[in-house]
C-alpha cells in the first residue's frame, strides 16, 4: 500500500477507511481530546449546554478501539471481532483509526459511551483477499453486516461507520444493504463517511450509498468542500473534516484528515440529538439535520449535501420534530399493471447495421484499452480499510493544496 500527503484511494475491489491519520508527533495525553476549530463551526458550546450525549451508546464500527487510551477510559466496551484477522490489542495495525475515530465522537458527546465492534482492519496489506471475502459472503457472512446487527442487538443508539468503499465493481452488498434496514427499522440512526475520491474518481462509495444511510461529507475551515471529499448525490450533510486533532491508538493526539472525522463528529451530534429527545426515529435524526444545517446559498448539491451540521440548531430542534412519515402505507392504485397500462405505443426507425457495427467495434477496443488500464493500477484485489496521512499545509483561504493523484 502506497501513500501520498493527504490520503489513499482503495482499488477497484477494495474497501478503504475514510480518514487520514496524521504523521505529527503525538502530543502528550490528556483527559479529554482537543477541541479546535471544529467546535466553533459546529456551534459545540451551545450544543453540549442542551445536552452532552447522557446515556446514548455510539456503536463505533472500525479497526478497533484502544479503551484504555486517557480521553476514551471508562467509556468504551469492546464487542466482537468480526475481521477475525489474528490481530490483537496492542498491535500497531490494530485501534489506530477507531481509536481515532471514538475520541472524536466524544469529544462532541463527553457523556455517550462508545460500542467498538472491530470490521476492518488499519492496513490494507493484511486484509484479506477478495477472493476470501467472496467466501465469506457465499457462508452468509460480511464483517460489517454482522457488526451492524451486532451493534443495534446490544443496545446501540447510534452506528458511526467512518470506512467506505472506492470501487468500480462489485461494491454493493446485499446483506450489508439489509443490515442497514435491519437497524433502520430497530429506530438507530446509521451514518457512513461519504469517501475520500473528491479530487480523484469520485467512485459511490458503500455503505454511504446504502438507503437510509445518513452521508457525511467534509468541510475545511472556511466552511467549504475539503477539496479530497467525494461529491455525489448521496450526501446528506457536512462536518469539519480538516486537521481534527484525534487519539491515536498509543496514548496521543494526532490531526486527522478526511470524511471519517466529519462522520465520527457527525455522529456525536446525533448522539446530543437522541439524548435531547431518546424518541427520535432515523427518518425524523435525518430530518432535523438537513432542516437546521448551514444551507448554502444556492440550496442543496452534491458537493456538501444540504450543508454543514448546525449542533445547536440541531438539538434544539430534536424536541419538537417534524412527524416521522417512513410508516408503512396501504397502496390505493390500481389492483395488479397488466396490460394495458396506459404507456403509449411508440415506433422506432429501422437500425443502421454498419454504423451499429461501426460503433460496436470502436466501444470494444476501447473497453479493451480501459480493462488495461484498471489492471495496470491495481496493486491487488483486496477489500479493506485505507490508512491516513497528515493534513497538509493549507494555501491560500484555507484551500488544500494540489495533490497528485490517489495511489493504493
Not at 154 to 180: C, K, P, Q, R
Request: aromatic share 4%; glycine share 12%.
Amino acid at each position: 500500500m502506497k501513500l501520498r500527503t493527504i490520503g489513499i484511494r482503495a482499488t477497484c475491489t477494495t474497501l478503504a477507511l475514510t480518514g487520514l491519520l496524521g504523521t505529527l508527533a503525538t502530543t502528550p495525553a490528556q483527559a479529554a481530546t482537543p477541541v479546535g476549530w471544529e467546535g466553533q463551526a459546529l456551534g459545540l458550546s451551545a450544543a453540549q449546554q442542551q445536552s452532552q450525549g447522557e446515556g446514548m451508546t455510539v456503536a463505533v464500527l472500525d479497526s478497533g478501539v484502544m479503551e484504555n487510551h486517557p480521553a476514551l477510559k471508562g467509556r468504551v466496551t469492546t464487542g466482537p471481532d468480526f475481521l477475525e484477522d489474528g490481530l490483537e490489542p496492542g498491535d500497531p495495525k490494530w485501534g489506530q483509526h477507531g481509536t481515532a475515530m471514538a475520541s472524536d465522537v466524544l469529544k462532541v458527546a463527553p457523556k455517550a459511551k462508545i460500542l467498538s465492534v472491530r470490521v476492518i482492519d488499519d492496513e490494507q496489506d493484511e486484509t484479506p483477499d477478495i477472493e476470501d471475502l467472496k467466501d465469506l459472503r457465499n457462508q452468509g457472512k460480511s464483517p460489517i453486516a454482522e457488526g451492524i446487527q451486532y451493534a443495534v442487538d446490544h443496545g446501540a443508539d447510534v452506528i458511526s461507520m467512518s470506512l467506505g468503499s472506492s470501487d468500480w465493481f462489485n461494491t454493493y452488498a446485499a446483506e450489508e444493504s439489509a443490515a442497514v434496514d435491519y437497524a433502520l427499522v430497530a429506530g438507530v440512526p446509521v451514518l457512513a463517511s461519504a469517501g475520500n475520491s473528491g479530487d480523484g474518481l469520485n467512485s459511490v462509495s458503500y455503505p454511504a450509498g446504502y438507503a437510509g444511510v445518513i452521508a457525511v461529507a467534509a468541510t475545511q475551515q472556511n466552511g467549504t468542500r475539503a477539496e479530497f471529499s467525494t461529491v455525489h448525490t448521496y450526501n446528506d450533510i457536512a462536518a469539519p473534516g480538516v486537521a481534527i486533532t484525534s487519539a491515536t491508538n498509543t496514548g496521543g493526539y494526532k490531526p486527522v484528515n478526511g470524511t471519517s472525522p466529519a462522520c465520527a463528529l457527525a455522529a456525536g451530534v446525533v448522539a446530543l440529538m437522541k439524548a435531547k429527545n431518546p424518541k427520535l426515529t432515523p427518518a425524523q435524526v435525518n430530518d432535523v439535520l438537513i432542516a437546521t444545517a448551514q444551507r448554502p446559498a444556492g440550496g442543496g448539491s452534491a458537493l456538501l449535501g444540504y450543508g454543514p451540521i448546525n449542533a445547536n440548531a440541531a438539538v434544539k430542534a430534536s424536541a419538537s420534530p417534524p412527524k416521522d412519515e417512513t410508516a408503512p402505507a396501504a397502496y390505493e392504485g390500481k389492483e395488479h399493471f397488466a396490460t394495458p397500462d396506459g404507456t403509449p405505443k411508440s415506433t422506432h426507425p429501422a437500425l443502421e447495421q454498419e454504423l451499429v457495427m461501426t460503433g460496436g467495434a470502436a466501444a470494444g477496443v476501447g473497453l479493451v484499452a480501459v480493462i488495461g488500464g484498471v489492471l495496470l493500477v491495481r496493486s491487488g484485489r483486496r477489500r479493506g480499510p485505507a490508512a491516513m496521512a497528515a493534513p497538509a499545509p493549507m494555501g491560500p483561504a484555507g484551500m488544500m493544496p494540489p495533490q497528485g493523484p490517489y495511489s493504493g
